[in-house]
């Protein structure tokens, strides 16, 4: 099976059945395969409910009882038995192992992981895979994450949904140490203006990083962080954000000559 997606191997996993027992092997993959929340570095034997993570991908493990009076075909799109948790094929009509006509539909079945909230267990994925990227120093594999991960934000703007604040701020911060590494200003230079989109204060280790790209590009930085700063004035100010928000605004003060030095006189 092919998943499309920049964190899964050519060759990642396998899934070998024998008998009645499902075992699941990471093929040396980069980002390695989860089982349960747990890296699987050994085969593991997997039992009905099972999640593997693959990439960005959630797959759950599910165990079929045959059912050998049903006559319906097993090819085309599965649903799932709202009353025993059976999966079987939606031509059915109805379930072959309860009889039942009720179906669970995506978000039920996977735990409140419908669409948006699929975006951010994703962006949560690109985090910890950033991390090990950063880490590793792998410069090209840096940039595709956050290219990827910063489309998956961007999705959520475009569609009205809330954004998970911790994990943006865990996004951002990744973001920054990247333009820092990379010595490009591009990334900081994204949370500077995705900060200026959403209801949220940026946190006080962002806004250090930022201090620090402003320190390499105040000319690229003076202005974002200017209309940074207006944005988060507009907020509720709260003993939590307010020493956040003094940070951003020394910042401010220390690149502001670049930003009259760049205008022309």
Same mark, same amino acid.
């Given at each position: 099976?092919?998943?499309? +997606? $920049?964190?899964?191997? =050519?060759?990642?996993?396998?899934?070998v059945?024998?008998?009645?027992?499902?075992?699941?092997?990471?093929?040396? *993959? =980069?980002?390695?395969?989860?089982?349960?929340?747990?890296?699987?570095?050994? %085969?593991v034997?997997?039992?009905?409910? +099972?999640? /593997? &993570?693959?990439?960005?991908?959630?797959?759950?493990?599910?165990?079929?009882?045959?059912?050998?009076h049903? *006559?319906a075909?097993t090819?085309?799109? !599965?649903?799932?038995?709202?009353?025993?948790?059976m $999966?079987? $094929?939606q031509?059915?009509?109805?379930?072959?192992?309860?009889g039942?006509?009720?179906?669970?539909?995506?978000?039920?079945? *996977?735990? *409140?992981?419908?669409?948006?909230?699929?975006?951010?267990?994703?962006?949560?994925l690109?985090?910890?895979?950033?991390?090990?990227?950063l880490?590793?120093? &792998?410069?090209?594999?840096?940039?595709?994450?956050?290219? &990827?991960a910063?489309?998956?934000v961007?999705?959520?703007?475009?569609?009205?949904?809330?954004v +998970?604040?911790?994990?943006?701020?865990?996004?951002?911060f990744?973001?920054?140490?990247?333009? /820092?590494?990379?010595?490009?200003?591009?990334?900081?230079?994204?949370?500077?203006?995705?900060?200026?989109?959403?209801?949220?204060a940026?946190?006080? +280790?962002?806004?250090?990083? !930022?201090?620090?790209?402003?320190?390499?590009?105040p000319?690229?930085?003076?202005? $974002?962080?200017?209309?940074?700063v207006?944005?988060?004035r507009?907020? %509720?100010?709260?003993?939590?954000?307010?020493?956040?928000v003094?940070?951003?605004?020394?910042?401010?003060?220390s690149?502001?000559?670049?930003?009259?030095?760049a205008k022309p006189?």
């Open positions: 099976m092919t998943i499309e +997606d $920049p964190l899964v191997s =050519r060759h990642h996993a396998r899934i059945l024998e008998g009645d027992r499902a075992t699941v092997y990471d093929l040396n *993959s =980069r980002n390695g395969v989860k089982v349960n929340g747990v890296a699987a570095k050994e %085969p034997e997997l039992k009905d409910g +099972d999640r /593997l &993570r693959i990439g960005t991908q959630e797959l759950v493990f599910c165990r079929v009882d045959a059912a050998p049903s *006559s075909k090819t085309g799109f !599965l649903r799932h038995c709202a009353r025993c948790r $999966p079987y $094929p031509e059915a009509g109805a379930c072959p192992n309860c039942a006509t009720e179906a669970l539909d995506e978000e039920t079945l *996977s735990g *409140s992981f419908g669409t948006a909230a699929q975006q951010v267990w994703s962006v949560q690109f985090v910890e895979v950033l991390e090990r990227a880490g590793l120093e &792998r410069f090209e594999d840096i940039q595709r994450i956050l290219r &990827r910063t489309v998956q961007e999705e959520l703007l475009a569609r009205g949904d809330a +998970d604040g911790a994990q943006l701020a865990k996004l951002a990744g973001a920054v140490r990247a333009s /820092l590494t990379l010595r490009d200003p591009t990334w900081g230079l994204w949370v500077a203006q995705v900060y200026r989109r959403v209801p949220l940026v946190p006080h +280790d962002v806004v250090g990083k !930022l201090g620090e790209l402003a320190v390499h590009f000319v690229d930085m003076a202005e $974002p962080v200017e209309h940074l207006a944005h988060q507009t907020l %509720p100010m709260t003993a939590e954000n307010f020493p956040a003094e940070a951003l605004e020394r910042v401010s003060a690149v502001r000559p670049a930003l009259r030095t006189s």
